[in-house]
């Protein structure tokens, strides 16, 4: 699923590496824990797994693609096809009811508004996602700017799976819930990615759900003294 060589990847050409990772490899539906302090480039990984970021040096491919061959358009394109992306910040669209924001992976992916329609259609798998996370069916029409902080994690992850693209990155998924409500959404995120076969990688500082996935990174374990230019 994730292949990476040898990388580095700085903010800025002229100052130091922001990441020096070694070779990757990530199977087909394996779930993989990600933490390490703040600062120390978990998010940039995401970045770089999901092709929004490119590194300086060295590949990461996905499905066998690498990311840096891809013009811009074709990378959004094959993003939406492919992966799910639970952001940090949400990143909804505020103006647009739930169910909207929910569905619009659907309307940027060919691949994932076929596997709705074979479930019933886009909407109808929306609204079972938004069930299944707890979300009362009353504030499926609201604007998202409407709702709570954690109400609007839950649409964010709702939007992430819905058409069951092959891999989910997801950043810090309980920092807006409850201690009564993590358990529960991680079970519901992990059994999801379970179901429709997708690799998970998370990045948390919640370690307490740390041994409930296959895999354990630290990421400044993960650093390479020595990463070729």
């Known amino acids: 699923m994730i292949d990476i060589e040898p990388l580095r990847f700085a903010w800025t050409r002229a100052g130091a590496d922001t990441l020096a990772l070694g070779r990757l490899h990530v199977p087909p539906g394996q779930t993989v824990f990600l933490h390490g302090p703040s600062g120390c480039g978990k998010s940039t990984l995401l970045g770089l797994l999901a092709g929004v970021l490119l590194p300086q040096s060295g590949r990461v491919r996905l499905l066998g693609q690498d990311w840096a061959a891809l013009k811009p358009g074709q990378r959004d394109a094959f993003r939406a096809n492919h992966v799910g992306l639970i952001f940090q910040q949400f990143n909804l669209l505020p103006y647009l009811s739930v169910l909207d924001n929910v569905t619009l992976p659907c309307r940027f992916s060919p691949l994932r508004r076929s596997r709705c329609q074979a479930a019933g259609g886009a909407e109808a798998v929306a609204q079972s996602w938004l069930g299944r996370m707890g979300l009362p069916e009353g ?23 819905i058409g069951q693209p092959e891999l989910i990155l997801v950043d810090e998924p309980t920092s807006a819930l409850d201690a009564a409500l993590r358990q529960g959404f991680m079970d519901l995120l992990l059994q999801a990615a379970r179901d429709a076969g997708s690799t998970l990688v998370c990045v948390s500082h919640d370690e307490q759900q740390a041994l409930r996935f296959d895999v354990q990174w630290s990421l400044p374990d993960l650093q390479q003294a020595e990463v070729p230019a």
């Open 139 to 161: 504030l499926w029409t609201r604007r998202a700017d409407a709702l709570s902080v954690g109400q609007q994690q839950r649409v964010a992850a709702a939007r992430a799976l």
